[in-house]
């Protein structure tokens, strides 16, 4: 089946809405993550302008958006460009100054001809005593109605106004198509919730609602059609559970097997290990064996922070599988984790006597087909590589178990990828990122976990300060002395470059003012790097010719560089714990005293201090994710949001924990219903994963 035909307007290119060429349309791609007409559906306005405050201009309130009929008075041309152009209005109670910047005079003149009537709508302000609008809205008093009584308010990128996006939106509204309702008809009428497309278009505030009070500035757009946002939150986590029921039943569908080795090379492995497993690690592989010693297939989490130990967990099972004569896979979100984790597990697979082959993206030509070779005759009995394992042409004799490191870089189709290129493949899937229980079930849903919630002996805290902006030069002339003793630095920076967001330190600004102290031992990573490039940085810093690496937060991940002994993160008041703390964790690993030093801007509030000093209590990474969640709400985690884990449009699972349970049952409910999704039900639901994209799970339904 594929996408039904209704939903097509919504999938065309936003090039066909109001005010949207080819280069507007690339920012609203940029702004919304999409090319298509439904992902500017989904941007939502944050705030809403309530433009019916109309007073008189001497009554007009500091501070609060106002709508005032004035007679244009005299302009005062600015002399000099850093000025702002003058014109002075009044009304019979005073007068009111606008004021212009970077405006040109002909179109200002032509906007306010002195002496008319004219309605001026924007956030009056008190400078030394008198009210001033800058840059106010400006209509002729015939004209009043386009002044929207209540104004939605979107988030923005630069080179997008607020009006181009609204009118898309609004023009977007028009392709919004009736649809066959998938939700429980009991469970709607008892929520009180309209269809799916008036609560769409009541989010955008077509048609305004009626009766919101006037408010003294703006209104905050998360107060305002609760219920609206509350359905589809709804039906988004109906779509996200819906998904993972699928795949969950499919998964049970396929029969597994009994992988129950001799021992015989995991004996081998942990003689050659230089400490003993910890408790956590022990009762992780006693639940990893049960599983695979069973005939259902293994879907299980082992969720472990950073330098917990999950690879030599990971190195056990997979031997748990090869003692039976099958392969292990395991999968690493880059080149250079794979890398690394080939090279940390080489000794160890040495020591039992197992050939490992890595795979990756760079592989090409004559070299590849030698390594799918000894993939395809099980010559190679582990293969540790990236997505490229993925690829149609990797053929194994017989994987048995596939292992796959920080998963959430991987979609969910690809986990089914995997498993499909083996007979009963298990499947062990590894994260650093501490996820509180509430949130596991979104991201993973019916997944099985195992905690390492212990760390390995002997390991030093990471000594962490917080520490003000503004103090700047101390740590650059500790940074001096340290890196004289053979030290290295991690330096991170939240944005590659100045944009919406005006303050935030850029890292491209940072590595200039640190190349320019510290020369050619400083690099710089972002984002925007091919990955080829990113990997060459991260290797010399790794190799030591680099001392400092300036970093956005794509260093989050994995790597693995013992000598590097201090963290900088600055603005670390913007970061969500969760990521704080996975940045940190790249510190501590080798002997050496670790720093982490956390740079926070401006005044902090109760709350985002309390947040810090978290980070300088505990180095316990559930500790902090329950905690940051208690304080911020799940959808402010950044570092599970930004992981992609979770990344839901409308969903806050904060608000909307009570809805997420209520879509775990009716999911559950279906699929032991309906498990090919074929009853009455069921058109109206596959329409539902189409709209949110979740369609991935529908080309499973048969193929499975
Ligand atoms: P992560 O969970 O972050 O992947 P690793 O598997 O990389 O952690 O382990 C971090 C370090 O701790 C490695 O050098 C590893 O050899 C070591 N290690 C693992 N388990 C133990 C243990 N039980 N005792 C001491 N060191 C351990
Ligand atoms: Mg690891």
């Known amino acids: 089946m ?21 280069k507007n349309a690339k920012l609203l791609e940029k702004l919304t993550g999409g090319p298509k007409v439904l992902d500017l559906l989904w941007h939502l306005p ?15 309130p500091d501070g609060r958006i106002a709508t005032i009929s004035v007679t244009v008075g005299k302009h005062f041309p600015n002399a000099r460009k850093s000025q702002p152009y003058k014109v002075w209005c009044h009304d019979e109670t005073g007068t009111l100054n606008l004021v212009f910047f970077h405006a040109h005079k002909d179109w200002i003149e032509k906007q306010l001809p002195e002496g008319k009537e004219m309605i001026v709508s924007g956030k009056v302000e008190h400078y030394a005593g008198h009210p001033q609008i800058t840059h106010p809205d400006i209509v002729k008093p015939e004209d009043r109605e386009s002044l929207e009584a209540l104004e939605p308010i979107y988030p923005l990128t630069a080179g997008l106004t607020n009006k181009t996006v609204r009118k898309a939106a609004q023009g977007a509204l028009g392709f919004i198509p009736k649809l066959t309702e998938w939700q429980d ?31 003294t500035t703006s209104i905050t757009g998360g107060l305002l059609n609760e219920e609206a946002r509350a359905r589809l939150a709804y039906d988004e986590l109906l779509a996200n559970q819906l998904t993972l029921a699928l795949v ?13 080795g001799d021992g015989r090379l995991r004996t081998r492995l942990r003689a050659a290990l230089p400490f003993a497993l910890t408790g956590a690690q022990e009762r992780a592989l006693k639940e990893i064996s049960a599983d695979m010693e069973a005939p259902a297939r293994m879907l299980r989490l082992l969720q472990g922070d950073v330098g917990s130990g999950k690879t030599v967990v990971a190195a056990l099972a997979m031997l748990s599988a090869i003692e039976t004569g099958a392969q292990a896979a395991l999968l690493a979100p880059t080149e250079i984790l794979a890398r690394q984790h080939a090279e940390s597990l080489k000794p160890w697979l040495d020591a039992a006597g197992i050939s490992a082959v890595i795979l990756t993206g760079r592989d090409k030509g004559k070299n590849r087909d030698a390594l799918l070779q000894k993939i395809a005759s099980g010559a190679a009995q582990i293969t540790i590589g990236t997505h490229a394992i993925f690829q149609e042409d990797v053929i194994f004799a017989d994987l048995g178990l596939a292992v796959i490191d920080e998963q959430h870089r991987f979609g969910v189709h690809q986990r089914l990828m995997l498993s499909a290129k083996g007979r009963g493949t298990d499947v062990l899937v590894m994260t650093a990122t501490p996820i509180p229980r509430t949130l596991t079930l979104t991201a993973y849903g019916d997944m099985d976990i195992s905690r390492l919630d212990e760390k390995p002996p002997g390991r030093k805290p990471v000594d962490t300060r917080l520490i003000p902006l503004e103090k700047i030069e101390n740590i650059v002339d500790g940074l001096k002395r340290q890196i004289k003793t053979g ?8 944005l590659v470059e100045e944009s919406e967001i005006l303050d935030l330190a850029a890292a491209t600004e940072r590595y200039d003012v640190l190349h320019s102290i510290f020369g050619e031992r400083v690099g710089l990573v972002h984002g925007r790097l091919k990955a080829a490039e990113k990997d060459e940085i991260m290797t010399k810093f790794s190799r030591g010719d680099l001392d400092i690496l300036v970093a956005t937060t794509v260093i989050e991940v994995g790597v693995n560089v013992p000598e590097a002994t201090i963290m900088v993160i600055e603005h670390a008041e913007r970061y969500g714990l969760s990521q704080l703390h996975q940045l940190r964790g790249r510190v501590g690993r080798g002997g050496d005293k670790s720093y982490c030093f956390l740079l926070y801007a401006g005044a902090l509030g109760a709350t985002a201090k309390e947040r810090l000093s978290i980070m300088r209590e505990t180095e316990d990474g559930f500790i902090i994710a329950e905690k940051d969640l208690a304080l911020r709400g799940a959808g402010d985690i950044l570092g599970i949001k930004q992981s992609g884990i979770i990344d839901f449009k409308l969903a806050d699972l904060n ?10 049952d009716d999911a559950r409910l279906i699929i032991d219903k309906d498990p090919e999704l074929k009853g009455p039900r069921s058109t109206a639901l596959r329409t539902l994963l189409y709209l949110f994209e979740r369609d991935q799970a529908i080309q499973y339904l048969r193929s499975g």
């Open 248 to 260: 969950r039943n499919r998964q049970k569908r396929q029969s597994g097997r009994i992988f129950k």
């Open 2 to 22: 594929s996408r039904p035909f209704d939903l097509d307007p919504l999938f065309r290119a936003v090039s066909v809405l109001p005010g949207i060429g080819p």
């Open 487 to 494: 030290a290295r630095a991690y330096w991170v920076c939240p």
């Open 185 to 215: 008809a009991a469970f709607k009428k008892k929520n009180g919730w309209a269809d799916w497309d008036t609560c769409l278009k009541q989010l955008h505030f077509s048609p305004p609602p009626e009766n919101i009070p006037p408010s």
């Open 655 to 664: 608000a909307h924990a009570e809805l997420l349970a209520a879509a775990r």
């Open 46 to 60: 944050v705030d809403f302008i309530d433009r019916r405050f109309s007073p008189k201009v001497a009554d007009a």
